[in-house]
């Protein structure tokens, strides 16, 4: 038995994976649409994070959020990369900047899009 529950925010599809009686089905579906009521957006929120703390959700950021990630150390990735580890530190430090070209390295190195450094 699938439940289906629309909501205004959208639909949700719940798959039990046992038999639920129409009374347990009943409260799912409140208990949900209730959950679902009290979810406010996140935009603001991160937005006011962004404004307090210009980091958040910069390449820099993103840079040693993977360095940590995956346990790195900037000796290391500058020895995946081929970027020189003084060049990594004045990255993370913002002291220079991560163009396009630097970014495939990066993103390359650490498996992720590039994009994120961008």
Do not use: C, W
Request: aromatic share 4%; hydrophobic share 40%; glycine share 6%.
């Amino acid at each position: 038995m699938t439940i289906y529950i629309s909501t205004e925010k959208g639909n949700i599809k719940v798959i039990p994976t046992f038999h639920i009686s129409r009374l347990v089905k009943k409260k799912i579906e409140e208990s949900l649409r209730m959950a679902v009521e009290d979810v406010k957006p996140i935009e603001p929120l991160l937005e006011k994070i962004k404004r307090e703390d210009p980091l958040i959700g910069s390449p820099r950021s993103a840079l040693m959020a993977y360095i940590t990630g995956q346990s790195l150390t900037q000796k290391r990735l500058a020895q995946k990369t081929g970027i020189s580890q003084a060049d990594i530190s004045k990255m993370i430090h913002g002291k220079r900047p991560i163009g396009p070209a630097v970014a495939k390295k990066l993103g390359k190195a650490l498996g992720v899009s590039y994009h994120k450094f961008l």
